[in-house]
């Protein structure tokens, strides 16, 4: 904890310096206004119910209150989430059987065929009545009726989010049902792993929202007994991952093994004990789906997953971007006799999904490329398929395979995810996604825009975020929740309500305009990527390939210009140019008021959030990542800016002129002083929920091999340093060791004190 104060003051510290004064708060307009009391009832829940007759008379709920709930649902997740989240309101409420009922009192009903569904999307209406529930809003009597218990759970969460909305509950009467059966979140702990008690929080506030499907994609994070070689130093047990599920099930969340394959295979394929499994020798990416061992070490990996997640219903089979199969010599006669090669990839998933589907999974995969339309009849007709195509929805509901619709609440943003549209000329993302409406927009139009077409089977939504960019997750809840809402109730629910929905219900009726903070964010994080410039890398190992083919260029990072380096004994500087152009430079300098807001509504809302502190300091981290990166542009151009100041000094005035390069010099290393500050704050806040980022730990070892194809930011370094990784390859040690030898020859030849001192630049901790 006192690590934590001496960051967090270290860095304020440092923001103040920048501080323009609180008037410039103005310059940031919120969207939405924060909820008010004045707020029509029922503005803060999410999803949003299906009916809802709500009066604006209230009532208020009070200390003598009872549950009345069977015994057969005393003991149940229903009951224990309500007394929860009544105790969060300074309510403990004790729970009586129906006998002893007395008013006022909330009575809790399971009882089957008391909730009629209306019109859905997902024709299985059982599994959807099994989710549905009626609340009945009445000053001495609250009713939560439902079908099954599942639905009772729903009930209370749209209760605890009214009750939480508003001093006072209004009358009326809330009735709902999902629009489709499944709700899923992707959760990527490819390159970092949240401790234990972190992935139960995580579960149990997904299941507040509705979300009843969990996938988690852990990679090297899971202790196989069948492949040793590849499980990092920290790695979750069997028995975790067991105690995981069974935490999930209890909130009606299915927790969803899932494992690449045959391609994004780099951290099986990496490790010289699988390198015979690759596809070409030296590619790191993508398994050969005609070697019998690739199916013996996936049926044996997936049969572990499977056997510690006791009580799950679905496993995904992630056939992802399987770019190569069929085209490398050794596949390429198994393709052609088959029929091509998406034939062949359609006959590796039939075989490891009917081997998972034995086992008593219902298994999800995607449905592309090299997937053709003709090769949709080999398939399984048990499989789901997680990837919507509009030209080919109709030719899987023929084969009688069911569809979800994926979207994502980010693909490749590395800071956080593009909430709102793109800021710059294009609104086109790097990925070719449409970003014009932003993350939330664009999902539920992809979503609304599927079921309107009504082409396929449809029985739920997945909602994915991919922090191998090299974020973090927690920045992922605002897409999570509104994405898998738009499953749930799709009608009538625009973004920007949605989006206002989410920030009461997850931080609160008194939050202080955090949706400012989420446009501040978005911004500041798109320029983040946006202003600095690409260049060819020659920091990493070549890249091997893409979708199209197969080819060795460099890998693609990011730098700025040098700094420039006065000529010895006359201090002249030939190139006048700034290494932040002038539009870049004006922009950093208008975006740190607008940081520092951020910064300043994050320290209000920490006081308010309740369950949400922690959120609170990651986005705080994100602002600190971003406002450094602003600093850093500002800083280099003051600096240019000295060092001109020094040229123009030395022929008259030497003294000026050492004065000159020794402000600039401290302007650097003050520069550095900032980011390790920044640095040590992001990652005293990631490592809390975090399991640590390193080489060696309970008895294994991380083998650092980048992936051949894709680039994956966690994996430039062992450590959190990736966040920071074109900082630490700006060549300011080579820049302060030139300018630090013309200012000591310069002060020896005008007899001046010479200068002894440091940069250590890429040292950061």
């Not at 994609?217 to 899971?222: A, D, M, N, Q």
């Not at 009608?491 to 400012?516: E, I, L």
């Not at 380096?565 to 700034?578: F, H, N």
């Amino acid at each position: 904890m006192k690590t934590t104060t001496i960051y967090r003051k270290a860095f304020l510290t440092i923001f103040c310096c920048f501080f323009i004064g609180f008037a410039t708060y103005a310059q940031v307009t919120a969207s939405q206004k924060s909820p008010s009391g004045n707020s029509p009832a029922g503005s803060g829940l999410l999803p949003v119910p299906q009916e809802m007759k709500l009066t604006e008379q209230k009532f208020p709920i009070g200390k003598n209150w009872k549950i009345v709930a069977a015994p057969s649902l005393a003991k149940g997740q229903a009951v224990i989430s309500l007394q929860q989240g009544m105790k969060e309101v300074n309510l403990s409420l004790n729970v009586v059987g129906n006998k002893a009922a007395k008013s006022p009192a909330i009575q809790l009903i399971v009882k089957k065929g008391a909730v009629e569904i209306g019109a859905s999307v997902d024709t299985n209406h059982v599994a959807l009545a099994n989710q549905a529930y009626r609340l009945t809003l009445k000053p001495a009597l609250i009713t939560i009726t439902a079908n099954a218990p599942q639905g009772l759970y729903y009930g209370v969460q749209t209760f605890l989010q009214l009750l939480k909305e508003q001093a006072q509950l209004p009358q009326g009467e809330i009735t709902d049902w999902p629009n489709v059966d499944l709700r899923m979140i992707y959760w990527d702990d490819a390159h970092h792993l949240e401790k234990l008690d972190a992935l139960k929080r995580i579960i149990k506030q997904a299941s507040t929202y509705k979300i009843n499907a969990f996938s988690i994609k852990l990679e090297g994070h899971f202790q196989y007994r069948s492949a040793p070689a590849i499980v990092e130093p920290y790695a979750l047990t069997p028995q975790e991952y067991q105690e995981l599920a069974d935490v999930a099930k209890a909130h009606y969340i299915d927790l969803v093994p899932f494992l690449d394959a045959p391609a994004h295979v780099s951290f099986i394929l990496k490790h010289p004990e699988y390198r015979k499994l690759r596809l070409i020798d030296d590619i790191n990416y993508q398994f050969s789906v005609t070697n019998p061992e690739t199916f013996k070490l996936l049926d044996n990996m997936f049969g572990e997953l499977i056997n510690a997640s006791k009580g799950s219903r679905y496993i995904l089979l992630s056939n992802d971007e399987a770019y190569y199969t069929g085209k490398a010599p050794s596949e390429k006669a198994m393709a052609d006799s088959l029929g091509g090669n998406g034939r062949l990839l359609a006959w590796f998933i039939k075989k490891l999904a009917n081997r998972l589907h034995e086992q008593g999974r219902t298994v999800f995969f995607w449905g592309e490329f090299p997937l053709r339309r003709e090769d949709i009849t080999a398939l399984p007709s048990h499989l789901v398929n997680g990837v919507y195509n509009k030209s080919i929805a109709a030719d899987y509901k023929k084969h009688g395979i069911r569809q979800t619709v994926y979207t994502a609440t980010q693909g490749a943003e590395p800071i956080f995810p593009n909430y709102y549209p793109l800021h710059t000329k294009t609104a086109v993302m790097a990925d070719g996604s449409d970003r014009s409406s932003g993350r939330v927009g664009g999902m539920m139009r992809e979503i609304k825009t599927a079921f309107d077409a009504n082409l396929s089977s449809f029985m739920g939504v997945i909602i994915a975020g991919w922090a191998d960019a090299g974020l973090h997750p927690e920045t992922f809840w605002l897409g999570y929740a509104t994405g898998t809402a738009a499953g749930w109730n799709n009608k009538n629910v625009t973004p920007t309500d949605a989006s206002a929905r989410f920030m009461t219900s997850f931080y609160g009726p008194k939050q202080k305009d955090v949706d400012s903070i989420y446009h501040v964010l978005s911004e500041q994080a798109e320029f983040h990527t946006n202003s600095w410039d690409w260049i060819p890398s020659n920091w990493r190992p070549m890249i091997k390939g893409n979708s199209d083919s197969l080819f060795v260029h460099p890998e693609r990072d990011q730098t700025l210009p040098l700094l420039p380096v006065p000529q010895s004994g006359t201090l002249a500087i030939s190139d006048k140019t700034y290494p932040v152009n002038a539009a870049r430079f004006e922009t950093a300098q208008s975006m740190l008021p607008r940081n520092q807001y951020a910064v300043h509504l994050l320290q209000k809302n920490k006081s308010l959030a309740g369950k949400q502190l922690y959120n609170l300091e990651v986005l705080e981290s994100v602002a600190a990542i971003c406002g450094q990166n602003l600093r850093m542009l500002v800083t280099l151009n003051q600096v240019t800016g000295l060092l001109q100041k020094a040229s123009a000094a030395a022929a008259n005035h030497p003294l000026s002129a050492i004065k000159q390069l020794d402000a600039a010099m401290e302007m650097v290393s003050k520069l550095k002083t900032q980011r390790d500050s920044t640095f040590a704050f992001v990652e005293n806040i990631w490592f809390k929920e975090w399991h640590p980022l390193v080489k060696e730990a309970n008895g294994r070892k991380f083998l650092q091999q980048v992936d051949d194809i894709k680039d994956h930011q966690p994996v430039r370094t062992i450590d959190l340093s990736y966040l920071i990784y074109r900082e630490l390859h700006y060549p300011l040690d080579q820049w302060w060791s030139d300018v630090l030898k013309v200012r000591n020859d310069f002060a020896q030849k005008h007899q001046l004190p010479l200068k002894d001192k440091t940069l250590d630049w890429q040292r950061y901790k």
